[in-house]
């Protein structure tokens, strides 16, 4: 989607950077970005939102309690931040990996969050946080990743709307795989608004798309997560095959295949069918099987 007329004409004029506030337009982002010695990277998907109402749309779902603390992942250059201002979070700690941006969110918000110099990736979480933002779409995967392991309770992300809805998608579609099952593996995702390309500066290939995950209750349903996801990989893999073909690699032989299949509660049909068209309770029954002790496990003879 191109940027309108409007927003192209305002690039043309030369506009300083807004005092006090964050840039919400292209042209305040690029002469803020232009001010700090910033300049985005397009192999990083790196890209600001300038949009207030997507902003206020993320904050809107971060629903939190007044005293629940709230992680902002990647500050950039605040919008998001304000838009969480306006609204009776806890205390908002802002991880930023960029120095200069991380001083100017200091220097933007003063004493209101806390600013904090550091990569997401290795940042410490105790679980107890809300995680919230607008996540490059270079590491948008490995982010989500190390969330669902620490358990976050409830993310609200702004993230390439194609990884979005592979995260949400349902059994059958292609669109249906490993990111899909781990994210319920871990929780429920939900998808909301999707958001332009033309809402950031630098305008990006792709459109983006809100996501909404909350922690699954209780244990997870799996009792090996490694085992769990090498099994997952290993069926879709090769997902046009069908699954007759793909158990045994994962069992070693079709007799114990079948055994477990049974045990796991798959479908009479599961051997003609195709890895996306079975939900993932099959795949967290099939991971039980698997991990159940030698003993309890069903015969192949």
Same mark, same amino acid.
């Given at each position: ?81 304000? +838009? !969480?201002?306006? /609204?009776?979070? *806890?205390?908002? %700690? &802002? #991880?930023?990996?960029? @120095?200069?941006?991380? $001083? ?15 990569? +997401? !990736?290795?940042? /410490?979480?105790? *679980?107890?946080? %809300? &995680? #919230?933002?607008?996540? @490059?779409?270079?590491? $948008? ?16 992300? !702004? ?143």
């Amino acid at each position: 989607m191109r940027t309108t007329s409007t927003g192209s004409s305002s690039r043309r004029r030369h506009v300083e950077p807004p005092v006090g506030r964050a840039p919400a337009s292209p042209a305040e982002v690029e002469a803020t970005l232009e001010k700090l010695g910033v300049r985005p990277s397009r192999r990083l998907g790196q890209s600001f939102l300038w949009d207030p109402f997507v902003a206020d749309a993320e904050a809107a779902l971060v629903a939190v309690t007044p005293e629940a603390p709230v992680v902002e992942v990647g500050g950039g250059l605040g919008l998001l931040t304000e +838009a !969480l201002l306006r /609204r009776p979070t *806890g205390p908002i %700690t &802002v #991880v930023e990996t960029d @120095p200069r941006l991380a $001083a100017h969110l200091r220097a933007l918000f003063g004493a209101r969050v806390r600013v904090v110099t550091a990569d +997401a !990736l290795t940042y /410490r979480l105790d *679980g107890r946080e %809300t &995680v #919230v933002g607008n996540l @490059p779409f270079s590491v $948008a995967t490995p982010l989500l990743l190390r969330f669902f392991e620490l358990r976050i309770p409830r993310l609200v992300v !702004l993230l390439q709307k194609e990884v979005a809805r592979r995260l949400a998608a349902e059994p059958g579609g292609k669109e249906y795989g490993r990111l899909s099952l781990v994210a319920r593996l871990y929780g429920t995702p939900e998808l909301f608004r999707t958001v332009p390309s033309n809402a950031f500066t630098p305008e990006p290939e792709v459109e983006g798309q809100i996501l909404v995950h909350t922690r699954r209750t209780g244990a997870l349903p799996v009792p090996s997560v490694e085992e769990f996801e090498r099994v997952v990989r290993t069926l879709f893999g090769q997902r046009r095959k069908k699954l007759a073909n793909l158990l045994p690699i994962v069992t070693g032989s079709r007799a114990q295949a079948e055994s477990l299949a049974s045990v796991a509660g798959w479908p009479d049909d599961w051997k003609d069918r195709r890895p996306e068209t079975l939900p993932p309770e099959a795949y967290f029954g099939l991971a039980r099987a698997l991990g159940a002790p030698l003993g309890a496990r069903p015969s192949s003879r």
